[in-house]
């Protein structure tokens, strides 16, 4: 089955709601401008919550073939949680994904494998797509344990889910040690664990949602990199942080099948 490739732009706690929308106009105008037709690629931009109703008012208002989603999702469904964003909220903002069990949250706010299990079937049951982050630290993969390690965070944030629902969703693979460091893992690094990744799914859950659901990579990503990454098997797409701050390099970053992989 060919997986339609998936770029997601991470922005993290970056750019306010009227920097989100120049930001968007211009990633569109340059997708657009250059007659690229996304070839088939999904684009995705995941930026703050407070910046979702502008890129919705945006995207649906100009029509744009850009989605959206969010960086993180309640665990529960509505009440006294002051802080929190249910996913019916999101829901009705349009988004199309969630990001859950990102590696910042996961460090930062002691997130455990069986929370990210619970937004991201919180997310499932909105009608969104859960982005699962898995991924190892330093210590682990020098040891050479990323593959047992990154299987058990997978085992624990899909437990429960079914075949079909997980033909369905997104694992992106992200190693703790290339985020934000300029570490890219090689491609054969990315591959390694991406095909363990199908391989877990081909295993528990059979071939055909090992062979829907989308794996990408996530750690340093840019557009120089992107093609060889893309080149491996197993590699549906890419979950980028920093270039996805700036237009042009994430639109390259999309455009990856129109560059080398070197
Ligand atoms: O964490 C990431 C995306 O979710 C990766 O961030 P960088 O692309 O900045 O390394």
């Not at 109703?53 to 100009?62: A, C, E, I, N, P």
């Not at 989605?67 to 509505?78: M, R």
């Not at 991924?135 to 889910?161: D, I």
């Amino acid at each position: 089955m060919a997986r339609t490739p998936l770029m997601a732009g991470n922005w993290k706690m970056n750019l306010t709601h009227v920097e989100a929308v120049a930001l968007v106009q211009k990633l569109a105008w340059t997708l657009d401008d250059k007659k690229h037709d996304y070839a088939g690629v999904e684009v995705v931009v995941v930026p703050p919550f407070t910046d979702l109703r502008s890129v919705q008012t945006l995207v649906d208002g100009d029509k744009l073939k850009i989605a959206y989603g969010a960086q993180d999702v309640s665990a529960h469904d509505a009440g006294a949680y002051t802080g929190e964003v249910s996913a019916a909220m999101l829901a009705k903002l349009g988004c199309g994904y969630v990001v859950t069990g990102h590696s910042e949250r996961r460090e930062y706010h002691g997130e455990s494998d069986a929370l990210v299990n619970t937004k991201s079937r919180k997310a499932l049951d909105a009608g969104m797509t859960p982005i699962v982050c898995v991924g190892e630290p330093l210590e682990v993969r020098k040891a050479g344990e990323q593959v047992s390690y990154t299987l058990e965070q997978v085992a624990g944030s899909l437990a429960g889910f079914t075949a079909e629902e997980v033909a369905g969703l997104v694992v992106a693979y992200e190693p703790v040690w290339a985020i934000g460091t300029g570490e890219v893992a090689t491609p054969e690094d990315a591959q390694e664990v991406c095909s363990a990744i199908r391989g877990w799914v081909a295993e528990n859950l059979g071939a055909e949602a090992a062979d829907a659901v989308r794996v990408l990579y996530g750690g340093s990503v840019k557009a120089a990199n992107a093609a060889a990454i893309m080149a491996k098997d197993d590699v549906d797409g890419c979950l980028v942080g920093g270039a996805s701050l700036v237009a042009d390099e994430f639109a390259g970053i999309c455009r990856f099948a129109e560059l080398p992989a070197v």
